[in-house]
Structures are given as structure tokens and as C-alpha cells.
């Protein structure tokens, strides 16, 4: 490993497992093609993943060997370094919420930043850009309810807004309700039927 690669792992190391390694993170050390060629030099040699064009991951210790980062990880490092919003999509929301037991088959998230995948090992993870309503409320279980409510759509939504709100609760509903303003019409009013119901 040269000189550039060797200092580039060392400032790796030192940040938290899952953080995206870009060449913009390093020009510090050198010119952008010289860093460009070194991270692809250690991902070549395998002291590096390639996650997707231009971005690589530091592999972690685990009891099998050498892995990828866990995707959590990953994920709140990616948001942190480039600004977007990252949440599961409708489908893995609507799950997690006990509003299908459908399961979904490929990882797929909403970001505000555009649409690419990336490749943690063998897990390729799908990001497609979503409107910002559908980004709303992220880490929150009201969040997760909007995108649930998107996935399936407003006949089976209207369906679903009494059994959803039993499941959100008077604070998550509350919650709701403070984002209508920010969501289509069709699901605002849902949203309305959902706190009329609890009044």
C-alpha cells in the first residue's frame, strides 16, 4: 500500500464504523484524482468496500471475518455526510406498524438526495428519491405512518387510518395532525378523519 493509501486508512480508522469514504473527505491528503485512484487501489486490495460509484466502506471485524457495516449504520452516516433524509419505505413502514404482515423481499428507502444503490457485501440497497411530504416526520412512528399510508394508497389508507390510529395513539396522531399541511390532500383528510375519530 502507498504512502496516500496508508494515510488514508489510518484517517479511516479513526472514524465510526459504516461512515461513507468519499474522495472529497480526503483532499486534504492530495489531489482529487491521486485520493480517487488510492480509495479504488483499496477496495482492489479489499481493504476497502465499494458501496457504489464513488463511495466505500471501511469493512468490520465480526465473528466470520472481515463484513460489511451493518446497514443502520451505514444508513445515519450516509444522511450525516451528505444532508439527506433516509427512511424505510412504505412497504418495511406498513410492516412495522402491523398493517400487513407482507414482508418486503429487497431494501428499499426514501432520501431526498437522488435515486442510486448501494452495496453493503452481498445486500445491494436500494435509495429512491421521494417527494418531501413523504420524507416527513423521520424516526418517528407518525413519519412511518404517512409512508405506510402512501404505499397502500388511498382506498386501502381509508381502510386502515381507524386501526392505524389506534396504533399511533393520541400523541402520534397529535403528531400527525401537526404535518397535514405538508401532505396531498387525499391523505391530509385521512389524517383528519384519524383526529376527529379520537376527539
Do not use: C
Request: hydrophobic content about 45%.
Amino acid at each position: 500500500m502507498n504512502s496516500l493509501g496508508n494515510r488514508l486508512m489510518a484517517e479511516a480508522a479513526l472514524l465510526p464504523a459504516g461512515t461513507p469514504l468519499s474522495a472529497k473527505r480526503f483532499l486534504h491528503l492530495g489531489e482529487r484524482a491521486a485520493v480517487d485512484q488510492a480509495l479504488s487501489r483499496l477496495a482492489r486490495s479489499g481493504h476497502l468496500q465499494r458501496a457504489a460509484r464513488g463511495l466505500y466502506l471501511r469493512p468490520v471485524e465480526t465473528r466470520f471475518g472481515l463484513g460489511a457495516p451493518g446497514l443502520e449504520a451505514t444508513l445515519k452516516a450516509l444522511e450525516h455526510e451528505s444532508g439527506e433524509v433516509i427512511v424505510p419505505a412504505g412497504a418495511a413502514a406498513a410492516n412495522r406498524l402491523g398493517l400487513t404482515t407482507q414482508v418486503p423481499v429487497r431494501s428499499v428507502y426514501l432520501t431526498s438526495g437522488r435515486s442510486r444503490q448501494l452495496a453493503l457485501g452481498a445486500q445491494v440497497i436500494e435509495l429512491r428519491h421521494a417527494p418531501r411530504w413523504q420524507l416527513v416526520l423521520p424516526g418517528r412512528p407518525a413519519g412511518e405512518a404517512v409512508r405506510a399510508l402512501a404505499w397502500l394508497g388511498r382506498q386501502q389508507g381509508a381502510k386502515i387510518a381507524p386501526r392505524l390510529a389506534r396504533t399511533l395513539g393520541p400523541e402520534g396522531v397529535q403528531e400527525l395532525s401537526a404535518a397535514r399541511g405538508r401532505l396531498p390532500t387525499w391523505l391530509a383528510k385521512e389524517v383528519s378523519h384519524m383526529v376527529a375519530a379520537r376527539a
